[in-house]
């Protein structure tokens, strides 16, 4: 008896099977190979169309079916890139392209949000600016897109609208919402200052159901479509980073996960419902927070991570694996010889106060680097961009980091750097965002009974701590960053 989990990223589409009794993967796949395309028709836009990321479900699901038995599936769960839009008619027709997380259309409509809403209302009810998250993306299209805007039946997150595709149910989660600055903490409801400042009718919104919970069951045009099986249980939605953090069982508040993939996140819990003070982080309702209990994740992001790391590759390394990119940047001194990559190239990022100021290379010298040095670079930056956001966020000493086995942190340049600037214990786990879903969906069946015995099956496989041999020289090569960057960017 398996559990499936469903990873709808904007550079993949990942599947997992869990075996049930033993509670591990047994297979798991991803489509496509290589990274899907996001449509930039102007400067700071992102969309995907929806029907990407079914094309792709398909094939994953597909692949997988060709050596596992697809009807042993008891449960499903689905883990989704956060904070895009889908718009469907009344048809359940997709009316436009998803707004995807990293377009950054709607800054401008945030930032005047937030003037009118007050700092007060922001920072103690949102706990969030509405910045460039959902909410101000459908105001966008409310006055860009009028004629669009008109036909909406509801309105949904990548996630829902994978859920709608498979059992044709039309509903959202308290953390999706608050994922979109949607939800009001304080009053426990959605906002409806913002709904009313933005003249969104609260009807566009889907039904909410609790995270872990039976949401539907796979239809017959879903059997068809996917090849899944009949009345299989939708058991568990979430977002991605929220389900990375479950994933590596972070659920408790001074816990923390992190990810670099596309873009790079780290994610601490916490149990105070309280302003973020504009610190550049945001704050979400996680995955196991109720009334009573109160679990919230505060949410650093870096929008450009692997995608930064791919784009170097594909401009001056096409022919070669990332395994022989780390291989050949490990050659080149730590430093980099003074070269420095700022990845800050992937729309507005909110820990530099939703500005989007565009990568850069500092100090490149034609005689002195050479193809080496601007690979371990971006790798170098990338981390010490992540030592920076850190920096902002509640907790600033973070002494252990939870990882799955997976995307940049298989660089050990990257991870290095990033546990000698930071003094954090990396650990790494036997997980992934598919397998987290799938165990999300064994707990909110009722396959699993306990939280324990949910992660009975997670193991950790290694751990890297700074390395004080080299720790000066990780130290100096940072503060040379951070000192040109604060250079430039103030």
């Known amino acids: 008896m398996y559990t499936l989990g469903i990873d709808i990223g904007s550079s993949s589409i990942k599947v997992s099977l869990l075996n049930i009794s033993k509670n591990i993967t047994v297979a798991g796949t991803q489509s496509p190979k290589e990274e899907m395309s996001i449509h930039v028709p102007q400067k700071d836009w992102a969309e995907q169309d929806p029907e990407i990321w079914i094309t792709h479900l398909q094939k994953a699901l597909h692949t997988l079916s060709e050596q596992n038995d697809l009807s042993s599936i008891q449960a499903i769960g689905i883990s989704y890139q956060m904070h895009g839009l889908v718009m469907l008619d009344k048809n359940g027709k997709v009316l436009r392209p998803a707004i995807i997380w990293c377009d950054s259309r709607a800054v401008s409509i945030g930032v005047e949000a937030s003037k009118a809403l007050g700092q007060k209302y922001c920072s103690e009810n949102l706990l969030n600016s509405p910045g460039n998250f959902t909410a101000s993306k459908l105001k966008w299209v409310q006055e860009h897109e009028p004629e669009i805007y008109g036909k909406i039946h509801k309105i949904m997150l990548p996630g829902d609208y994978i859920v709608y595709r498979l059992t044709g149910n ?275 069946a009722g396959l699993y009974a306990t939280i324990e015995e949910t992660f009975s099956g997670l193991k950790q496989l290694k751990e890297v701590s700074i390395d004080e041999s080299s720790k000066e020289l990780y130290l100096n090569a940072y503060q040379n960053w951070l000192t040109n960057f604060d250079k430039t960017h103030s």
Request: proline share 3%; with cysteine.
């Open 170 to 444: 039309i509903q959202t989660t308290i953390s999706g919402l608050s994922e979109a600055i949607l939800w009001d903490f304080k009053e426990d409801k959605i906002s409806a200052p913002l709904l009313e400042h933005f003249g969104i009718k609260e009807e566009l919104l889907p039904e909410i159901l609790p995270t872990f919970s039976v949401q539907g069951k796979v239809n017959q045009k879903a059997v068809e479509e996917f090849g899944l099986p009949l009345h299989a249980t939708i058991a568990y939605r979430a977002g991605d980073q929220p389900n990375n953090a479950f994933s590596l069982k972070v659920l408790e508040p001074g816990e923390f996960a992190a990810t670099a993939g596309t873009s790079g996140v780290v994610y601490g819990v916490n149990d105070q419902v309280k302003s973020n003070n504009n610190r550049g982080t945001n704050t979400f309702i996680h995955i196991n927070h109720n009334s009573n209990r109160k679990r919230l994740g505060e949410l650093l992001c870096i929008n450009a991570t692997g995608i930064a790391n791919a784009w170097i590759r594909k401009m001056i390394a096409p022919n070669i694996s990332y395994n022989e990119i780390n291989t050949e940047a490990s050659t080149v001194a730590i430093g980099s010889n003074e070269l420095l990559f700022y990845p800050f190239g992937n729309g507005a990022e909110r820990m530099l106060g939703n500005q989007n100021i565009g990568a850069s290379l500092k100090n490149l010298d034609l005689n002195r680097h050479h193809r080496a040095h601007l690979l371990r670079a971006v790798q170098e930056g990338i981390a010490f961009s992540f030592a920076y956001g850190m920096g902002l966020m509640q907790s600033k000493s973070i002494k252990v980091i939870r990882v799955g086995n997976a995307n940049l942190f298989l660089s050990e340049i990257f991870t290095n750097t990033l546990a000698a600037i930071t003094g954090a214990r990396i650990e790494f786990y036997n997980t992934d965002g598919a397998t987290g879903a799938a165990r999300g969906a064994a707990y909110g």
